[in-house]
T-cell receptor
Framework: QQQVKQSPQSLIVQKGGISIINCAYE??????FPWYQQFPGKGPALLIAIRPDVSEKKEGRFTISFNKSAKQFSLHIMDSQPGDSATYFCAASRGYSTLTFGKGTMLLVSP | GAVVSQHPSWVICKSGTSVKIECRSLDFQATTMFWYRQFPKQSLMLMAT?????????EQGVEKDKFLINHASLTLSTLTVTSAHPEDSSFYICSARIRGNTGELFFGEGSRLTVL
């Protein structure tokens, strides 16, 4: 049973465009929803995270939208740049437990 | 931000040998560290949860005698791949959470293991 479903599997966006990645979760006890960025051969790095008491969080060009009733959250990358090309993982956790990851989205931003 | 360091970043070994990977939290204490395995173009798979001063908790399907985990202090956890075989070749990543905190996990840079 996959607890966090992520889509799309891959995404191509033109430079300056908006990249949107979606995730849906099943466990209503999850209380922390981060997005990680991973470059080839590197460990994941935290991009932005949200807790269920807010519906949106923005940090620079990155925004998380959170819909508690629908059990969905998404990452929006505004003004996408070639340097944003990476694999993005959504995740969720509860309390002190580890993260449950989505399967990842490979983003390619074309120049 | 908090830093997690992994060493070595890559290692090549012969089949049948054992390899140790270290995971250190450099500027914080971590009661719990997590070890993941990642195959090319796939997500991170949790292997085990490492608790300081106690035995690790392994995920279903992960051989505890094959992947030995030791969490000797609040800043160091080690993963030893024993009697490595080519199918153990993978990218191993550790993560840690600041002691007492929930939520954010800090990840190491990963260790690429290639078994010949």
């Amino acid at each position: 049973q996959q607890q966090v479903k992520q889509s799309p599997q891959s995404l191509i966006v033109q430079k300056g465009g908006i990249s949107i990645i979606n995730c849906a979760y099943e466990n209503t006890a999850f209380d922390y929803f981060p997005w990680y960025q991973q470059f080839p051969g590197k460990g994941p790095a935290l991009l932005i995270a949200i807790r269920p008491d807010v519906s949106e969080k923005k940090e620079g060009r990155f925004t998380i939208s959170f819909n508690k009733s629908a059990k969905q959250f998404s990452l929006h990358i505004m003004d996408s740049q070639p340097g944003d090309s990476a694999t993005y993982f959504c995740a969720a956790s509860r309390g002190y437990s580890t993260l449950t990851f989505g399967k990842g989205t490979m983003l390619l931003v074309s120049p | 931000g908090a830093v997690v360091s992994q060493h070595p970043s890559w290692v090549i070994c012969k089949s049948g040998t054992s390899v140790k990977i270290e995971c250190r939290s450099l500027d914080f204490q971590a009661t719990t560290m997590f070890w993941y395995r990642q195959f090319p173009k796939q997500s991170l798979m949790l292997m085990a949860t490492s608790n300081e001063g106690s035995k690790a908790t392994y995920e279903q399907g992960v051989e505890k005698d094959k992947f030995l985990i030791n969490h000797a202090s609040l800043t160091l956890s080690t993963l030893t791949v024993t009697s490595a075989h080519p199918e153990d070749s993978s990218f191993y990543i550790c993560s840690a959470r600041i002691r007492g905190n929930t939520g954010e996990l800090f990840f190491g840079e990963g260790s690429r293991l290639t078994v010949l």
